[in-house]
């Protein structure tokens, strides 16, 4: 669903086939998920395919993991409009090679993953194929207007809900041949997808929001660029865990790098008018048992997309840290992708 | 989302993991589509993946006839409740190989499609992987009850709209090393969902009824067992173009054969009560300009599930005949499978 997830060159070509036909659609291509009025019902609508060796391995992940990802992933698209999800449907592509046992073991992921966010996984299309994926469909409905990615205004407060850096610490230790923590590791494994934060900031005022699945900068930029804006961040103020920095260290790495570019952390980014953002950060962590605060300010566009104000005052041009699925770089996924 | 698609054991082993949250749920796993609740609006949805060598390949068809068919096997389960099609969203996994204008190609397809059947194209991920394959949701709606498998009764005429075995007769000409005509090459390359009979024959009144993507044998099959009922087709009865009876000539093959076992056709299949049943069939037929005819009647589960009543007036069993996934057999879509 997630045209963050690369290739915009290729969306904007493709863009004139889209929402083509039908009635009713409310939220097309571009945004975390699209949403459609299905007789006077907002149908919050987003589908996430994963891929072996692409966006997971199974020497890292269990299959229950993977099929806990695969509905994560999606559920997080939903949470990031300030939806709740409520059903969803899979498109399980099985290599002969894979025994009954296996792909049992990936239905019994995805059945954790819908009961922690009580969805309902009602069918699934399973078909032949060389290669292991899994194609989830989510749907979701919400009490409110859904939120875009396209509302932020400058003076708005950057609102950020979750931990930072924590799946890329994880994949770059064990690239670096050692073992992760398990604090990491299980969130690499187990990514959570924070329903209940975006509830309330959607219920807060939330002027636009995304999920940081490509990297704070990357997912930032998007948004900037959905709604006309640029962004500051605060350096001090991004939320980085002691067993990221130690990380960090270990690695050689600047904390701020895996901060900024390490995706698949699924934390929401939302931005919101000053008065009230501060307290809505604070409901919207306690919700969820993260931490939830104020990262930076919505500017108006100039100068860098996204910038990054460090602590001795100079600003760091963030924008294209993440992960572009056609791009040829570095990011932590590029890297498992290659492996 | 069918699992007539194959595999009814592992379904078996699955089902403990399907649905196992969330509310709303109306239809679950083992029909055409799920049905859920959302806020009151009963939303049909379904998934079925292609994957390229598997389920088509590109010397006989297009990209952009592979993209009207991702489209129309989904709008065709959608059809099979009875449901009309709203929304669709595409999990397309792209080979490095495939240049961004076959991208293109395979998306005009889908927005030709959709707009044939008035469905907004409204979200996708695109992802990178070794082989090229589209899983495709579509979101339904319906002004009455969804039309599950599971309602005929004994005594209800069996009534059939559309053509039987022209996918069939296409490919199996192929193999053989002929050119198939044009007539049939098209309804290989473009199947037609049958949205408009579907909706007719809910209006009349239809207990139960499924598309006909494995073969008449095998989805009537699925049909009955769903039912608990047996059937009874009548062979004199069934609507064999002079196409497909050609194409069995040149094959050598018995053209009964290509109408029971044949897929792809997307062909309804219901039932209903017998006053009314030749009227409905010839409205459903007439309002896609296709056959509709009544092919059999419902009868008590004894002998054989699904018996066809030949012109000497013997019985012949067409329970198997069709094509399973992870059958080995030599089906038409086994036989595409293994080129």
Same mark, same amino acid.
């Given at each position: 669903?997630?045209?963050?997830?690369?290739?915009?060159?290729?969306?904007?070509?493709?863009?004139?086939?889209?929402?083509?036909?039908?009635?009713?659609?409310?939220?097309?291509?571009?945004?975390?998920?699209?949403?459609?009025?299905?007789?006077?019902?907002?149908v919050v609508i987003t589908v996430d395919v994963l891929v072996e060796h692409v966006h997971f391995s199974r020497d890292l992940s269990s299959l229950e993991d993977v099929g806990w990802k695969a509905i994560a992933v999606n559920v997080s698209d939903v949470a990031a409009m300030g939806a709740r999800p409520r059903a969803a449907v899979v498109g399980l592509t099985r290599p002969p090679s894979l025994a009954v046992g296996a792909v049992e073991s990936l239905y019994a992921g995805m059945a954790q993953a819908c009961a922690r966010w009580d969805v309902g996984l009602v069918g699934g299309d399973t078909v032949r194929g060389d290669v292991l994926s899994l194609a989830v469909t989510a749907l979701g409905t919400s009490p409110g207007p859904p939120v875009r990615r396209s509302g932020a205004r400058p003076?708005?407060?950057?609102?950020?809900?979750?931990?930072?850096?924590?799946?890329?610490?994880?994949?770059?230790?064990?690239?670096?041949?050692?073992?992760?923590?398990?604090?990491?590791?299980? /969130?690499? /494994?187990?990514?959570?997808?924070?329903?209940?934060?975006?509830?309330?900031?959607?219920?807060?005022?939330?002027?636009?929001?995304?999920?940081?699945?490509?990297?704070?900068?990357?997912?930032?930029?998007?948004?900037? /660029?959905?709604?006309?804006?640029?962004? /500051?961040?605060?350096?001090?103020?991004?939320?980085?865990g002691a067993a990221v920095a130690d990380a960090a260290v270990r690695l050689g790495l600047d904390p701020l790098d895996l901060a900024c570019g390490g995706g698949e952390d699924f934390a929401l980014l939302a931005t919101m008018p000053a008065g009230g953002a501060e307290a809505a950060a604070r409901e919207a962590g306690a919700a969820e048992g993260v931490p939830g605060v104020v990262v930076g300010t919505v500017v108006e566009a100039a100068g860098p997309l996204v910038g990054l104000r460090l602590e001795d005052g100079t600003l760091r041009d963030v924008t294209t840290a993440g992960f572009d699925h056609y791009a040829v770089g570095d990011s932590t996924r590029q890297q498992e992708d290659q492996r």
């Amino acid at each position: 669903m997630d045209p963050s997830h690369g290739e915009f060159a290729l969306i904007a070509r493709l863009a004139p086939h889209l929402a083509a036909a039908g009635d009713g659609l409310v939220v097309g291509p571009g945004d975390d998920a699209a949403v459609v009025d299905l007789d006077g019902v907002q149908v919050v609508i987003t589908v996430d395919v994963l891929v072996e060796h692409v966006h997971f391995s199974r020497d890292l992940s269990s299959l229950e993991d993977v099929g806990w990802k695969a509905i994560a992933v999606n559920v997080s698209d939903v949470a990031a409009m300030g939806a709740r999800p409520r059903a969803a449907v899979v498109g399980l592509t099985r290599p002969p090679s894979l025994a009954v046992g296996a792909v049992e073991s990936l239905y019994a992921g995805m059945a954790q993953a819908c009961a922690r966010w009580d969805v309902g996984l009602v069918g699934g299309d399973t078909v032949r194929g060389d290669v292991l994926s899994l194609a989830v469909t989510a749907l979701g409905t919400s009490p409110g207007p859904p939120v875009r990615r396209s509302g932020a205004r400058p003076g708005d407060r950057l609102v950020l809900v979750g931990a930072l850096g924590v799946a890329a610490a994880a994949l770059a230790l064990h690239h670096a041949g050692a073992v992760p923590p398990a604090a990491l590791l299980d /969130r690499h /494994r187990r990514p959570q997808a924070l329903v209940e934060a975006g509830s309330v900031l959607r219920a807060r005022g939330a002027t636009a929001m995304i999920d940081i699945s490509d990297g704070l900068g990357a997912d930032c930029a998007h948004l900037c /660029r959905a709604s006309g804006i640029g962004a /500051r961040l605060d350096a001090t103020a991004l939320p980085l865990g002691a067993a990221v920095a130690d990380a960090a260290v270990r690695l050689g790495l600047d904390p701020l790098d895996l901060a900024c570019g390490g995706g698949e952390d699924f934390a929401l980014l939302a931005t919101m008018p000053a008065g009230g953002a501060e307290a809505a950060a604070r409901e919207a962590g306690a919700a969820e048992g993260v931490p939830g605060v104020v990262v930076g300010t919505v500017v108006e566009a100039a100068g860098p997309l996204v910038g990054l104000r460090l602590e001795d005052g100079t600003l760091r041009d963030v924008t294209t840290a993440g992960f572009d699925h056609y791009a040829v770089g570095d990011s932590t996924r590029q890297q498992e992708d290659q492996r």
